[in-house]
Structure formats: C-alpha cells, structure tokens
C-alpha cells in the first residue's frame, strides 16, 4: 500500500466521513441501547415491586436471569445483523465495542467484589461504569443525547449513595431512561 500525504482539508473530510459512518452503524445498531435501556429498566421494576410487595424471598434475581437473556440475545442479534447488512467496521466502532466489553467485564468484577467482601448495593458502582462508556461514546460520537446521558449516570452515581437500596432502584430507573431509551430513539431521528 502506498503511504499518500493527505492535505488538511482531506483529513478532516476522512475524520468527518469514519465519524458518519460509526454514526450510521450505530443508528443500525441502536438496538443495543433500546434492548438493553428497555431490558434493564423492565429488570430494575420487577425487582422493585417484587421487594416492595414481598412477593419473593431473593427479588435480585431477576438481574441475573435477564443478564444471561440480554447477552445471548445482543450475540445472536449481533451475528445476524453483520450477515443481513454486511456491516463495516470502523476504527471508532471498534474502539468503543472495545469499550463497552472492557466496561461489561468490570461490571461483572464490580457485581462480585461489592456483593461477596462488602456485601452493599452495587448500583452507584454500576452507574458509574456505565456512565463512563455513554459519556466517552457520546463524546467520540460528537452526540449530545448520550453526552447528557452520561453526565445522568454520574449524577445517579451520587445520588445512589444517599438513597436506600430499593430507592436507588427508582433513581437508577431515571438514569436508564436518560442514558439508553431517549438517545436511542433520538439515534434514528438524527440521521433520518
């Protein structure tokens, strides 16, 4: 391949042009955030009203069950979509796919270390993590909607230290909103 020098306009225009196409993945892919935002808020409400009317002994465990569920089903939707669209991968999708399995896989350590040594609610933790890849994709996205998504899941983060376990439920409920289900949607309105 031969190494071209590219004057500044060109460069820009090629940075423009990998940015809009991340973008028209991930309006593609803009079911990963409703999947998930519609996946976690319905988990997150079940869990709470099966703690508040004391309908079962563990009401946690909704989380991993829909966990399980979640990821097998973004895989299997994942797999099908690159065969449907043929799908091209650019380096900021990869970068922030890269993100977002180094996050999952610190939320699974995170889940684990506050559960077993502290034995305290691990959602502000979560909010935090989760937080950081909304805020960083909708930076590198230059999206605002995921940007203020982001800046929620922090704010949630606080405001999940002062609130009891079953509240925080609630709140984190309001992060999952901001943060998935309204850029989600907005994601198709901005580049139809």
């Not at 991340?22 to 803009?30: D, E, I, P």
């Not at 069950?65 to 939707?77: C, D, N, P, Q, R």
Request: with cysteine; proline share 4%; glycine share 8%.
């Amino acid at each position: 391949m031969k190494n071209t020098e590219l004057s500044s306009e060109e460069s820009l225009a090629l940075i423009a042009k990998s940015i809009q196409q991340t973008k028209t993945n991930l309006n593609g892919q803009r079911f990963y955030y409703l999947f998930w935002g519609w996946a976690v808020l319905i988990t997150s409400l079940t869990h709470y009203l099966l703690a508040v009317n004391e309908t079962v002994v563990a009401p946690y465990l909704v989380w991993p069950i829909m966990g399980v569920v979640g990821f097998v089903s973004t895989l299997f939707y994942g797999y099908k979509y690159t065969q449907k669209t043929g799908y091209v991968e650019t380096h900021l999708d990869r970068t922030l796919k890269h993100l977002w399995i180094v996050i999952g896989i610190s939320l699974f350590a995170v889940i684990w270390i506050f559960m077993q040594a502290y034995q305290s609610n691990p959602l502000p933790m979560i909010s935090l993590f989760i937080g950081i890849g909304i805020l960083v994709s909708g930076l590198q996205m230059r999206f605002k909607p995921l940007v203020i998504g982001g800046i929620g899941f922090f704010v949630g983060a606080i405001a999940l230290v002062y609130v009891t376990p079953l509240e925080g439920l609630l709140v984190y409920n309001a992060c999952i909103i901001l943060g998935y289900l309204i850029p989600g949607y907005l994601l198709k309105k901005e580049l139809s």
